[in-house]
């Protein structure tokens, strides 16, 4: 019997996960994981509940993968709070929580990576060296140690959900993969653990990040040149009082590749707030015509 | 139910071939896969019998990878009989042959790959970028495709199953493998699909490898020093008639680093007699004191 935190089940081992897993497969149950790093917030718990109607056990993980982060990064800060999550998990209506140590996930010698090729290139890739392949060799572990038949992920980080889509039908790793759609302040804000780093003046501004993306796409799609519309927007994003812009493109939703006339686009941005880091994205309807995109950098 | 090649039933679609084992799993069998590439010979036949002795269903793959050929290497006059591989097969008890097309295995969009790390550096690794990539990248996918209890490797390809050991522990692939010692003609040439491009002279020459291997093996054993051991068996190939040495070198049988003293060591060596490149390795048992051992080049 796995122990529990409050009233939720935790498993901290690989051996003990499979067991759980293999009882309620036979069983019949169709099986759900919501791989998180924790600290969350409503929109990893609308990632369970989606989860949960769409499978008859949930399994949430929390690891804070250290492999995702850069030596600059906020690996050590970024905010941890197991009792916390755990009791978030239970009123979501979870069934377990998958919670491993690092050396359950890297053991010594561990020299294994995943890549996902040109997808992991651009936006992000960009800027974080080593961060998708990071992201892409832990979840390539989280689904294959779980042994779910379906994982949602959260279209906030877009890029890394076609990253996942990518290596799971490459690898043939056998689960479905959901995306999720962005859950947001009122005020448009995305949610994420990061928003937590925001000082209350940070926080007023945050949230122009996606009222110009979603400017952005409107623009595009009334007939604005891409490059016109990303340009309009990395400027609206500094004048907002951001205090660096890591990049605002127009790209394919899909390929993550320069838009071509007639694909369906998505406008990705991140940009900085002091120390914080925020990314935010939008759907883009496909455009006759549209070309090519790119913007970034402060003014 | 699957299509026939004379008696033996084959698969040629993932679809398919899960909707199988899948059959066999309710039905509590245990299932065994053998990745092959075809130009099946008595090596691959004794995987197969040693499957057979450890599981209730054996599949073996056949599937002549191109992404861990080189641009100069064999990949198109590979020997490919499929008719003849099935008999083989059948009269050896395989259950099921899975002979994926290109389009099955790598769609159009395929992107992602799987590396093993330093694993992959030393010996092949040196002389053949990019191959360990191209067969960690398969032989995931073919694990995850078949979802078998076990999977069977020759320790001819020697550097090849610790990779494969190594991808399947750290990326958590839900399958055990198992090395099977290496399968020799009379004269100790190791069984190999390649020894069929030798010309009789060739032919004659190329038992020498593994003679010279296991005479540097029982040098080192018997208290001489590894770097000397090693020259001497790289002048003893070349004297043989190789036209060209590769590598020949002592390393850790687990980590493939250089070896240490008290550790379990292997003798490998890659040689070649006109265009065929032939490799072999022989185990070394532990030597108190031993060192760092390399030599290769044509003298």
């Given at each position: 019997m796995p122990l529990?935190?409050?009233?939720?089940?935790?498993?901290?081992?690989?051996?003990?996960?499979?067991?759980?897993?293999?009882?309620?497969?036979?069983?019949?149950?169709?099986?759900?994981?919501?791989?998180?790093?924790?600290?969350?917030?409503?929109?990893?718990?609308?990632?369970?509940?989606e989860a949960r109607a769409l499978?008859?056990?949930?399994?949430?993980?929390?690891?804070?993968?250290?492999?995702?982060?850069?030596?600059?990064?906020?690996?050590?800060?970024?905010?941890?709070?197991?009792?916390?999550?755990?009791?978030?998990?239970a009123e979501a209506h979870c069934d377990l929580l998958y919670a491993p140590d690092l050396a359950e996930m890297y053991p010594a010698g561990f020299a294994a990576t995943v890549s996902a090729g040109?997808?992991?290139?651009?936006l992000c890739g960009r800027f974080r060296p080593g961060h998708f392949a990071g992201v892409a060799t832990v979840v390539t572990k989280l689904l294959l140690q779980a042994c779910a038949d379906?994982?949602?992920?959260?279209?906030?980080?877009?890029?890394?959900?076609?990253?996942?889509?990518?290596?799971?039908?490459?690898?043939d790793i056998p689960v479905r993969t959901e995306g999720v759609p962005t859950v947001?302040?009122?005020?448009?804000?995305?949610?994420?653990?990061r928003n937590a780093y925001l000082s209350p003046e940070e926080r007023?501004?945050?949230?122009?990040?996606?009222?110009?993306?979603?400017?952005?796409?409107?623009?595009?799609?009334?007939g604005t040149p891409g490059d016109e519309a990303a340009s309009w927007g990395a400027a609206a994003v500094n004048a907002a009082g951001f205090t660096k812009l890591d990049y605002l493109e127009?790209?394919?939703?899909?390929?993550?590749?320069?838009?071509?006339?007639?694909?369906?686009?998505?406008?990705?941005?991140?940009?900085?707030?002091?120390k914080t880091r925020l990314i935010d994205n939008e759907p883009l309807p496909p455009i006759p015509g549209a070309g090519t995109v790119e913007a970034g950098g402060k003014a």
């Open positions: 529990k935190i409050g009233t939720l089940a935790v498993v901290r081992k690989v051996d003990e996960l499979r067991r759980v897993v293999a009882q309620w497969h036979r069983a019949g149950d169709v099986v759900a994981l919501v791989p998180t790093m924790g600290a969350l917030h409503r929109g990893h718990l609308t990632l369970v509940g499978a008859d056990r949930v399994i949430a993980s929390i690891f804070v993968n250290p492999t995702q982060f850069g030596p600059n990064e906020d690996f050590n800060r970024y905010p941890r709070d197991e009792a916390a999550d755990a009791a978030k998990l040109p997808l992991a290139e651009p379906l994982a949602c992920f959260g279209e906030k980080d877009y890029q890394q959900l076609q990253i996942i889509r990518r290596v799971v039908r490459d690898l947001r302040e009122e005020d448009g804000l995305a949610l994420s653990s007023r501004i945050a949230p122009a990040l996606h009222r110009v993306l979603a400017e952005v796409a409107v623009r595009a799609s009334a127009i790209r394919d939703a899909e390929s993550l590749a320069p838009l071509a006339a007639g694909r369906p686009g998505r406008v990705f941005a991140a940009a900085w707030l002091g």
